[in-house]
């Protein structure tokens, strides 16, 4: 089974961008449909983004689209969120989770694998 470490979080102005990255580890990568999910407090998990396995076919949350991007280095064993004009109700933790095969549920439930979690703070 695959471990999944996210890193790059941080504390960051309104407008600002940040990247988050996935290191996986301890599985094939490949073979994982990688998702970015985001919880702030007294809030639910909510969807953010998801990618299929080979790369090619991408789909976000409503909240994000147009200013997040969603990547993956397969070679690498790496998954990446790169987010732009940052806006306050962005702050949350935010996870990546790995799902066997493919998967277009934006549900959680649907994801096996999940990382600790990098905490991204915007302040206005």
């Known amino acids: 089974q695959v471990q999944l470490v996210e890193s790059g979080g941080g504390l960051v102005q309104a407008g600002d961008s940040l990247r988050l990255s996935c290191a996986a580890s301890?599985?094939?990568?490949?073979?994982?449909?990688m998702g970015w999910f985001r919880q702030a407090p007294g809030k639910e998990r909510e969807f953010v983004a998801r990618?299929?396995?080979?790369?090619?076919?991408?789909y976000y949350g409503e909240s994000v689209k147009g200013r997040f991007t969603i990547t993956r280095d397969n070679a690498k064993n790496t998954g990446y969120l790169q987010m732009n004009s940052l806006k306050p109700e962005d702050t949350a933790v935010y996870y990546c989770?790995?799902?066997?095969?493919?998967?277009?549920?934006?549900?959680?439930?649907?994801?096996?694998?999940w990382g600790q979690g990098t905490q991204v703070t915007v302040s206005s």
């Open positions: 990618i299929m396995r080979s790369g090619g076919s991408t």
């Open positions: 989770a790995a799902g066997q095969g493919s998967v277009f549920s934006t549900s959680y439930s649907m994801y096996a694998y």
């Open positions: 301890g599985g094939t990568f490949s073979i994982y449909t």
